[in-house]
């Protein structure tokens, strides 16, 4: 496992197409585009990392998975009737369909459903409550307090955020909010703006891996179904390109992480910071590809002569 990857972080160095910062974002700007980091946390208790493992950054839409988790604690399948379960087709931020179908926004992953879950979280307290809330799930998740929240990218994302604001304002139309527009919002950017590095997000992945010793934070159903929108729809109108390069659940945020799962197996992080055309990170996912062909891992069967290289 070291072995490769080190020879991921080899090919993602070596590789002078880094993809796009994002840049409708001030903070996130001006984040160097040569970083790339990765690993990977073992059923067994085992880390494996390689390049900057250890350096935070922005998890921005990977949050989206944690505050699903929080939402569902709240309310449970009542959620199922603020946020459908599709795949929208659509960028991350579109606001096409919500009109179309009446304040339901597709998925929890997109923009629209992100800002139904956070206030669903928020309801009955205040967001200081519910974001406290939000990074004791992930710090116990991780098992790592020092987990905090970057203010300045909070405050550069409220600033400039009129897409978020515009969705959540059609959102209220629909009676599809219950907090203010400006509550939800002050929220939803503080969550993004956790910073989290490759090994502790790996770390708080295990809640979503199906094996003993990992951390029991939800139910096996919950779980399951979690992997599965994140395999229809965490990366956007890129869902079906990463099923299909990847073939493991994975939701990316726009900061350049991704967390992947391999369900039974073990909990991925990687991070590049330069995106592709679908606003998920290029370099993450490329090397993703290159890790799930070298170990076979998929959730579409094993490869011939079991379990892969190696593991
Ligand atoms: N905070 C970002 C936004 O709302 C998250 C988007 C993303 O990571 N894809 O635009």
Not at 135 to 159: G, P, Q, T, W
């Amino acid at each position: 496992m070291q072995e490769l990857l080190t020879e991921i972080a080899e090919a993602a160095a070596a590789n002078p197409d880094k993809g796009n910062v994002a840049t409708y974002i001030p903070e996130l700007a001006g984040i160097d585009p040569n970083q790339f980091g990765i690993a990977v946390a073992l059923a067994d208790g085992r880390v494996f990392t390689a390049g900057n493992a250890d350096v935070p950054f922005s998890i921005q839409s990977v949050s989206k998975i944690f505050a699903l988790a929080l939402a569902l604690g709240r309310v449970g399948d009542q959620l199922w009737y603020r946020v459908g379960r599709e795949p929208s087709g659509l960028s991350f931020d579109s606001i096409l369909l919500l009109e179309r179908e009446d304040g339901i926004p597709r998925n929890p992953f997109i923009n629209a459903g992100a800002l139904v879950t956070t206030d669903t979280y928020l309801a009955g307290s205040t967001p200081r409550e519910a974001l406290g809330e939000l990074l004791r799930f992930i710090r116990a998740a991780c098992d790592d307090d020092s987990i905090h929240m970057n203010e300045k990218v909070a405050k550069s994302e409220l600033a400039t955020g009129h897409r978020n604001f515009s969705l959540a304002h059609y959102l209220a139309s629909y009676g599809n909010l219950r907090a203010s527009v400006d509550k939800v919002l002050g929220t939803y950017c503080h969550q993004c703006a956790i910073e989290m590095s490759c090994r502790q997000l790996a770390l708080a992945g295990r809640f979503l891996v199906d094996a003993p010793r990992m951390p029991g934070l939800v139910s096996i159903e919950r779980r399951r179904r979690i992997n599965a929108l994140m395999m229809t729809c965490g990366h956007y109108d890129g869902s079906g390109d990463f099923a299909f390069r990847v073939g493991m659940p994975g939701k990316s945020g726009v900061g350049g992480g991704i967390l992947v799962i391999s369900p039974s197996r073990a909990s991925i992080a990687v991070w590049s910071p330069g995106l592709n055309k679908y606003g998920n990170s290029k370099l993450g996912t490329e090397a993703m590809e290159h890790f799930a062909h070298k170990t076979g891992w998929s959730v579409f069967g094993v490869p011939h002569g079991g379990e892969g290289a190696h593991v």
